[in-house]
């Protein structure tokens, strides 16, 4: 009997360096990469990112798919995938580099940088005293395996630190909230907004106006979740309030952001090209083979997504 066959179909990557990086955590396993498939009869697992509908469906007897990503929205949108387990991308590497990300910029809006930026732009000279770690409130959606590191380094840190999750979860040092009904109590007051939620129907276009409204005023937004949690229009409104100070956005309804969105040009929002964490081979590659194994071994395997919550 032969290995058990991987099938690597992602769109956008780097493929060889993928390739070299997997064939090395699992050499027990015939790595093929799309669209070199050969017989679809025979591949068990498949390596997925960015395929077309249906893709998933013309494999008869395939085990599992594995996400490159942290991120399965757009894998679950294909409603035509077979009856087999979806396993999420938790990679350390990915999670130390999201981490990295929101407490630089959480910093970045506690030290007011927005405010020295906006005064460079006219050559003033006024230092502005940030509150003590202790009493600024930061705000985390989402408390998964990126959101509560996250929550828990800006603790670490001295903030007072709030995070809000679907179902109820409890962080050290966290002071946390859940469901529809904890999320406003959680957003009052808030001065910095973190999103590190999955995208599900229910979290569509949770980033809103009603919500800003809980904010404390001047508050800053840093978006690393989905670029449909956010009502575009309504960020728009509340920096022209000055609800929002200012905000730092990595994720975007339409990815290329094309050239002409106003997003580019505005004062007080940083676009930064969905480039906050990223997935490295070297270190992702060992996660897929060590859940690989467990299910050729019949064993529990981590981070399955559970359909009905959409993550």
Not at 18 to 34: G, K, S
Not at 264 to 279: D, E, K, L, S
Not at 282 to 291: K, L, P, R, S, Y
Request: a negative charge.
């Amino acid at each position: 009997m032969g290995k058990p066959v991987l099938l690597f179909a992602c769109e956008g990557v780097d493929t060889d360096a993928w390739a070299a990086a997997l064939r090395l955590a699992a050499p027990d396993v015939e790595l093929r990469l799309w669209p070199d498939g050969g017989d679809s009869a025979e591949v068990m697992f498949g390596l997925a990112w960015g395929n077309p509908p249906g893709f998933w469906r013309t494999f008869p007897n395939l085990r599992a798919i594995f996400s490159l990503g942290a991120g399965v929205d757009a894998l679950l949108a294909d409603v035509t995938l077979p009856d087999v387990p979806i396993v999420r991308m938790v990679d350390p590497s990915l999670a130390d580099g999201m981490v990295e990300f929101v407490v630089m910029r959480t910093l970045h809006h506690h030290r007011l940088v927005h405010l020295y930026e906006q005064q460079q732009s006219t050559a003033t000279w006024r230092p502005v005293r940030p509150p003590l770690t202790g009493r600024r409130t930061v705000g985390i959606m989402g408390l998964g395996e990126l959101g509560g590191r996250c929550a828990l380094a800006l603790a670490g840190l001295g903030f007072q630190v709030r995070g809000w999750s679907r179902s109820p979860r409890t962080l050290e040092g966290v002071e946390t909230f859940h469901g529809a009904d904890g999320l406003e109590a959680f957003a009052d007051g808030c001065e910095v907004l973190v999103c590190v939620l999955p995208l599900t129907p229910s979290t569509e276009g949770v980033l809103n106006g009603r919500l800003f409204e809980r904010l404390a005023h001047g508050a800053c937004l840093i978006q690393v979740g989905r670029g449909a949690h956010l009502v575009e229009a309504d960020l728009i409104a509340a920096l022209h309030s000055g609800r929002i100070a200012a905000a730092t956005l990595d994720v975007f309804r339409t990815e290329p952001l094309p050239p002409e969105h106003p997003f580019w040009r505005h004062p007080a929002i940083r676009v930064i090209p969905h480039a906050a964490a990223f997935t490295y081979p070297e270190t992702a590659a060992v996660v897929v083979a060590a859940n690989l194994r467990r299910l050729l071994r019949g064993e529990p395997v981590a981070d399955v997504v559970d359909l009905s919550a959409g993550y």
